[in-house]
């Protein structure tokens, strides 16, 4: 008898708690019919990165993909209550990150993404976790003596497909040939090679390919935009959305953001490791 009161009150309680919310393994619980509560209950959590990013998202010798964007992606993962080993990294180029949200590949995307209105027209963007800017890499020595983005005229300049980058040259200097690549990796090679005269894309993405190639390309150091990068999320989770950007709060005063900042991003980047204001979820 005092065993079947036992199981009563269990299942009281377990009745209670779906009612209430779904606990994670972090200890944090989420309210039911919840993105969060599906995702934690999830084996693993599928997180969109770039594999071929220097400083963002580049496979080590073990093929595991390290980086800025990757801790910001464990960070979240954390939240939700898988460690490292349960998350499945996710290869995602600049083309693809807003099909691969829409067709259920990935859970979200950390992957050098560039909020803009055109993205957040079909997938929602938390953050920024960092604000950035086009900028310009350029053979070294700069031996075409270019100064700015007009300087581009008449030039070929590669750019990632499908980037923040590919679209301002093209509606904004369409002077310039645009010559675009899946990966920046390709881009460096065909600077080097001569096949195009200069890399265009975000100055954090250049950083990190500048810390690669140091003895021959170098960076203009020329912003000509302003770009926030987010995380992406699909268009329906709303609640992830501001989950998002809630744990990048949270990482900003516990300090988890500023060590990983500073760890991977200050000796190229400089700056302060402050997480920008949130402002990007609906």
Known sequence: ?????????????????????????SGEEFPSGSTMARLSQKPTVRIGVKFDQPLFGLRDLSGKPVGFD???????????????????????????????L???KVDFIVATYAIND???QVVNMAGPYLVGGQDIVVKKGNPLKIGSVNDLRGHKACVISGSEGQSILIKQYPETE??????VSKCAEALKNGSVDAVVTSNFILAGLISKNQ??????????????????VRKADTDFCRFVEATLVAADKDGSYKEAYDRLLKASLGGDGKLPTQNSCP
């Open 215 to 232: 003895s021959s390309l170098e960076l203009l150091g020329k912003l000509f935009t302003v770009e926030p990068w987010g995380v992406g």
């Open 102 to 104: 829409e067709q259920d």
């Open 178 to 183: 645009v010559v675009p690549f899946d990966v």
């Open 70 to 100: 990757v801790e910001i992606g464990k960070l979240i993962a954390a939240k939700l209550g898988f460690p490292a080993d349960k998350i499945t990294w996710v290869e995602t180029f600049s083309a693809n990150r807003e099909p691969f």
């Open 1 to 25: 008898m005092k065993n079947l009161r036992k199981l009563a009150v269990l299942a009281v309680l377990g009745s209670a708690m779906v009612a209430s919310g779904i606990a994670s393994a």
């Open 118 to 120: 055109k993205r957040k």
